[in-house]
């Protein structure tokens, strides 16, 4: 899918700060059958000195009609953990608390295996200017993951603290070793604020598991139908590189958003309950 001067830029790495990076109208490749990437998703190719990869931005309230209540709880739920003196919020927690909103991003990336393969979707929610905004990196084959790392590291530089499900075992780590996979020199490192961890602290006792949809059931009373299951991510990926048929891709986009989402409904939770102490629940 790429031309052979993005293929030379490939082989060469120069580190691009985003300020250098040029973004293009989106221009796509014809599919003979099938669904092109364009009729499906409207995004904004971003080139940088590793090649280019295509860069969704938008703000939440294009996303879903509760965004302003979304905006809301989670101020409100920050400035409440900030100010209340009954408890005191885990350390993890406390590690999120020190910084801004605008310096605090939500991650979930999407790839094409659990231990080895490309990251080809990496989704960020960070606050600016005012409200929530929902960045979604994606490489439209392979080769355009090392554009996508070295934009995304560039892009980690504006943040100090994370909050992610299951980041610390799986999405940070993953992002990590892609970095070093593509030769490029970036230790990744946040005030990290695991939700998987602090879910099971505080619901394990109350609900049937502690999934992220699970929380999402509970905690934003949202129930998806007709998601891409996360299983079936990997193979989708693969055959939209092999035929350019885009028909799934949105559905993965749209799954990660939602996780996202929930990521931010599930903190606003957790920083209004207090902490389960230890024993106070008989099993």
């Known amino acids: ?17 985003l300020s250098e990076s040029e ?42 009609s509760s965004s302003n209540e979304i905006h809301s709880d989670y101020l409100d739920s920050l400035t ?11 350390p ?34 960070t606050w600016d200017s005012g409200s929530l905004t929902l960045r979604q990196l994606l490489a439209r084959d392979y080769s355009e993951e090392a554009p996508l790392l070295a934009y995304l590291a560039a892009l980690f530089d504006r943040y100090k603290g994370m909050v992610s499900f299951n980041g610390k075992s799986f999405d940070l780590r993953y992002i990590q070793e892609r ?9 990744v490192e946040f005030d990290h604020l695991d939700l998987l961890h602090e879910g099971r602290r505080q619901w ?13 059931k509970h905690i934003s009373g949202r129930v998806r139908i007709g998601d891409i299951p996360g299983a079936d991510i990997p193979d989708a990926y693969h055959n939209f590189v092999k035929s350019g048929d885009a028909r799934q891709i949105k559905e993965i986009i749209h799954h990660n958003a939602l996780d996202l989402i ?11 309950r207090p902490p389960v102490k230890k024993g106070a629940i008989k099993q």
Do not use: W
């Open 1 to 17: 899918m790429l031309s052979n001067k993005i293929r030379q830029k490939l082989a060469e790495f120069h580190r691009q700060y």
């Open 262 to 272: 929930t990521l931010v409904e599930v903190l606003s939770c957790v920083l209004r």
């Open 80 to 90: 409440y953990c900030r100010q209340q003196t009954d408890f005191e919020p885990h």
């Open 179 to 187: 970095l070093i996979a593509n030769g490029i020199p970036y230790f």
């Open 204 to 216: 394990k006792h109350e609900l049937p598991n502690c999934r992220l949809q699970t929380l999402e």
């Open 92 to 125: 993890d927690v406390r590690s999120i608390l020190r910084y801004e909103p605008e310096q605090v991003c939500f991650l979930d990336i999407e790839t094409t295996g659990l231990s080895t393969g490309a990251a080809f979707l990496v989704g960020l929610i």
């Open 23 to 64: 973004i293009k109208s989106f221009s796509y490749t014809e599919v003979e059958h099938g669904v092109r990437l364009e009729d499906v998703v409207a995004g904004k190719v971003v080139e940088v000195n590793e090649g280019e990869f295509l860069l969704f931005e938008r703000p939440l309230d294009l996303l879903v």
